[in-house]
């Protein structure tokens, strides 16, 4: 029987500054031999991304319409891995990421997630946090890997979505499946927490999980989210 292959698959929109970097940290920090592919899906970017994307060494570039749930769904469409592995443009997986993925055994799960720069005691309190197996410490930041099968019996991301994709997707993960957290860390930027505020910024994803919880719809959330964050 055949080892399985992980597909990578990274929504890109305007992220010129940090693409090239993270390819060469996924190559370097991988085996090829468990890696079937490097996706990055494009959604009309403006920056440069698609020239940078174009000149990458072992990389398939993907165009498709704007919206990180659509370019998610998109490049698993193309994806040819038993195991698809989700991870935002600005996050960076940890050394041997795709041993830890397949050493798990598990159809679907994420890694835990820390923060740089870590200049906030909020930023390293809501790290510590993310150990534990609750939506309310769940994003696509941590990055998601998933048996190409269940994405597909699942339905993918709903695109309906365009902020709390992620949470909503794992939510129905959890509830048909087994889901497993990684002792190891992927790194993302704090440059959201930077521009907005640590604490305000958690205050106004609070509030998204808890309209989530009360049923409102995506366009609600998204409007909440457009108004409230940079």
Same mark, same amino acid.
């Given at each position: 029987?055949? $080892?399985p292959q992980i597909s990578?698959?990274?929504?890109v929109l305007n992220e010129a500054d940090t693409i090239?970097?993270?390819v060469s940290h996924l190559l370097d920090a991988s085996n090829t031999r468990n890696v079937k592919e490097i996706i990055l899906v494009d959604g009309g970017s403006t920056d440069g991304s698609v020239t940078i994307m174009r000149e990458l060494n072992g990389v398939k570039l993907h165009q498709s319409e704007k919206g990180r749930a659509t370019q998610m769904n998109a490049g698993a469409a193309i994806a040819k891995g038993d195991l698809l592995y989700f991870l935002h443009a600005d996050s960076f997986p940890p050394l041997e990421f795709d041993r830890m993925i397949l050493a798990s055994h598990s159809p679907t799960g994420c890694f835990r997630l $820390?923060?740089?720069p870590a200049?906030?005691?909020?930023?390293?309190l809501a790290s510590w946090f993310t150990k534990f197996d609750s939506s309310l410490f769940r994003g696509g930041d941590q990055s998601l890997f998933i048996e190409a099968g269940v994405f597909k019996t699942l339905g993918g991301y709903d695109e309906r979505y365009t902020v709390y994709e992620d949470v909503e997707f794992i939510n129905r993960i959890k509830r048909n499946h087994e889901f497993s957290i990684l002792k190891d860390f992927v790194t993302t930027s704090s440059r959201r927490f930077q521009e907005n505020g640590t604490l305000r910024l958690y205050y106004h994803f609070a509030a998204i999980h808890l309209k989530a919880l009360m049923?409102?719809?995506p366009e609600v959330l998204s409007a909440y989210y457009?108004?409230?964050i940079k």
């Open positions: 029987m055949n $080892k990578i698959i990274i929504p090239g970097k993270l $820390k923060f740089e200049n906030s005691p909020w930023l390293k049923g409102r719809d457009q108004k409230h």
